[in-house]
């Protein structure tokens, strides 16, 4: 069945420590990807998106994403977490042919001081 | 740019009555505004899609008759829940896309959300 993953539920890490949060995807021509942030009673701010050309994207609040066509993959990266970064974040993916939003099921992120 | 509002951002209402919820796009035209709800600690769950002056499409499961959404303009978009119960407390976020132009239609705009309690 054609689905957006997000294997972790729950991470913690230091202030300071670097940070990987994973999304997979399983349709078969390649989707446009996009990663968003929500904060506690806030909508979903966009981080980053990728439609085509360079696989490494850079995005706001120092984030970035890599696209891994093999894998199935958008991982978002940074190499230095802040206390601020605390919060829900959202992997979601158009399939191709469409316009709508197929979002993982999230990865809530703790940031310890 | 691209900005888009919700209005109210919290609702509390009783139950039986109606409530409705007002998605602007502020500085750009929405041909397609989308409507998700959202449960604590969990994923947007998309309720329907919506294009300027046609009837709303809905997505399996969820009531049309319950959740009426109405997209009159090309700035704006309403979903009224009617005879709301408790069990429709949720976050509702409402979302907007551009007319599809290369990759810019494929993006959406979201909202703030609106919480709404049902006592």
């Known amino acids: 069945a054609q689905s957006v993953t997000q294997p972790d539920i729950h991470i913690t890490v230091s202030e300071g420590a670097s940070l990987e949060l994973r999304c997979n995807y399983s349709y078969g021509a390649t989707p446009y990807l996009f990663w968003y942030v929500q904060s506690p009673g806030q909508g979903l701010q966009l981080l980053l998106k990728y439609f085509s050309g360079d696989t490494l994207v850079q995005g706001i609040k120092g984030f970035e994403a890599e696209f891994k066509r093999s894998q199935s993959s958008f991982n978002l990266r940074k190499p230095s977490v802040h206390w601020s970064d605390a919060a829900e974040y959202f992997c979601a993916v158009v399939p191709s042919g469409t316009y709508k939003y197929i979002f993982g099921t999230g990865t809530r992120l703790k940031v310890l001081a | 740019g691209a900005v888009v509002s919700q209005h109210p951002s919290r609702v509390i209402c009783k139950s039986g009555t109606s409530v409705k919820i007002e998605c602007r796009s502020l500085d750009f035209q929405a041909t397609t505004m989308f409507w998700y709800r959202q449960f604590p600690k969990q994923s947007l769950m998309l309720m329907a899609t919506?294009?300027?002056?046609?009837?709303?499409?809905?997505e399996q499961g969820v009531e049309k008759d319950k959740f009426l959404i109405n997209h009159a303009s090309l700035t704006l978009s309403t979903l009224t829940v009617t005879s709301a119960h408790p069990e429709d407390s949720s976050f509702y976020i409402c979302?907007?896309?551009?007319?599809?132009?290369?990759?810019?239609?494929?993006?959406?705009?979201f909202g703030p959300g609106t919480r709404l309690t049902v006592t």
């Open positions: 919506s294009n300027e002056g046609s009837k709303a499409t809905y």
């Open positions: 979302s907007a896309r551009e007319p599809p132009q290369g990759t810019s239609g494929y993006e959406q705009y």
